[in-house]
Structures are given as C-alpha cells and as structure tokens.
C-alpha cells in the first residue's frame, strides 16, 4: 500500500512536470546589448512599448523602397511558447484585400543609434501566402526599441 502511495505521488510530479514544459526558440536583447556578433543574425523589433502577450500593440511607419507603409505588431507569445516565426509586423492598410507581413529581418550593421536591417515583405490571400516578396533595406532607431528578438 506504501509502494503504491509513493509511486502515485512520483508518477503524479512526473506527468505535471510534462505538462509544464514550454518552448521558445527566441533571446529578448536590450538595445544597450547588442554587439557585432549579432549581425547576420534574424531578429524582430519590438518598438514603442514592450508588446508582451499583445498587451501593447504599436504601430510604426517604414519606407519600402520609397513607399511609406504604415505597420502595427503582431505577436503570440504568451510566456510558456515562445516561436519567432510567429512575430512579424502586418501592413495596416491595403486596398487589395490581401495583407503583408514584413518578417525575416537580418541584421545588416549597428551602430550607437540605429540598428540596419534586410527584411522581407511576403504578401498574403486569405492567410495564404502568394508568390510575391519584396526584399529591402531599411533602419530603426535604437530610441524608439523596447526589445530585439533574436531568433535562436
């Protein structure tokens, strides 16, 4: 009967333990951290407030190859799981009822005030992607950064 007892109680902590594991293949940088070994590095700009959990969502204005294009965050991370591949930015407005994400940044250099990045726009249908990207360079500045995700 003690056998039995003890085996529930281990057998109890061992599935609870299961059941808690969670996952992220990202690393939270503050701007104040970033150094050379991060370039070439994937990443995602967290600007404005941090956007935890979605509490805060920001919006922010970027020039795509001479078109400003104004994009608010989207992010899915709630603590326990963590993707990087589920952190972009979305397009606000479209006239074409598709959207586009801006994902896929690649830091290119630092310097003391502004982070350069490589990004991808993918255009999407319904969320379904289509096969147009558009790939450009573009900046942030490093005042305006709450957090640097960097893809692990």
């Not at 059941?19 to 939270?28: E, L, T, V």
């Not at 603590?79 to 959207?99: A, D, M, P, T």
Request: glycine letters at 6%; aromatic letters at 14%.
């Amino acid at each position: 009967m003690k056998r039995k007892f003890v085996l529930t109680i281990i057998g109890t902590f061992f599935f609870s333990y299961l059941m808690a594991q969670d996952g992220s293949n990202i690393r939270y940088y503050e701007t104040d951290k970033l150094d050379r070994t991060l370039i070439g590095k994937y990443c995602h700009i967290d600007f404005g407030k941090t956007s935890f959990g979605g509490q805060a969502v920001d919006t922010i204005e970027i020039d795509v190859k001479g078109q400003r294009m104004k994009f608010y965050e989207h992010r899915e991370d709630d603590g326990y799981n963590n993707w990087f591949n589920k952190q972009y930015l979305i397009r606000v407005e479209n006239k074409n009822h598709s959207s586009a994400r801006l994902q896929n940044s690649r830091i290119d250099s630092l310097t003391s005030d502004k982070i350069y990045v490589t990004s991808t726009l993918s255009y999407y249908t319904n969320e379904s992607p289509i096969d147009t990207i558009t790939v450009f360079q573009h900046s942030y500045d490093k005042k305006n950064i709450s957090k640097i995700l960097i893809e692990n």
